[in-house]
């Protein structure tokens, strides 16, 4: 069974930059498509970003220009990197493999003065 573990969360000013990591169990990792996703309080779980196998990359429109997603396959981790981050950023970040129920735990990011 493949787990996904977050971390990299926290509390930043607004203009900050973040980094999360998503560490994944198994030895297929290099084949799988990963995506960022989050849930502000009140707020339905929305995709952020996503990865195919071989690199590609998609972001949400809010996110565009600010946050990069990408994977390291030899240590099964795949990354959000957020820079210029604003208050409408604070959420629970969540990483998904897709295609699959798979979820992780999620990490709180807050982004306030």
């Known amino acids: 069974q493949v787990q996904l573990v977050e971390s990299g969360g926290g509390l930043v000013q607004p203009g900050g930059s973040l980094r999360l990591s998503c560490a994944a169990s198994?030895?297929?990792?290099?084949?799988?498509?990963m995506a960022w996703y989050r849930q502000a309080p009140g707020k339905q779980r929305e995709l952020v970003a996503n990865?195919?196998?071989?690199?590609?990359?998609s972001y949400a429109d809010p996110v565009k220009g600010r946050f990069t997603i990408s994977r390291d396959n030899a240590k099964s981790t795949v990354y959000l990197q957020m820079n210029s981050l604003k208050p409408e950023d604070t959420a629970v970040y969540y990483c998904h493999l897709q295609f699959t129920d798979l979820w992780g735990q999620g990490t709180q990011v807050t982004v306030s003065s």
């Open positions: 198994g030895s297929r990792f290099s084949a799988y498509y």
């Open positions: 990865i195919t196998s071989g690199g590609s990359t």
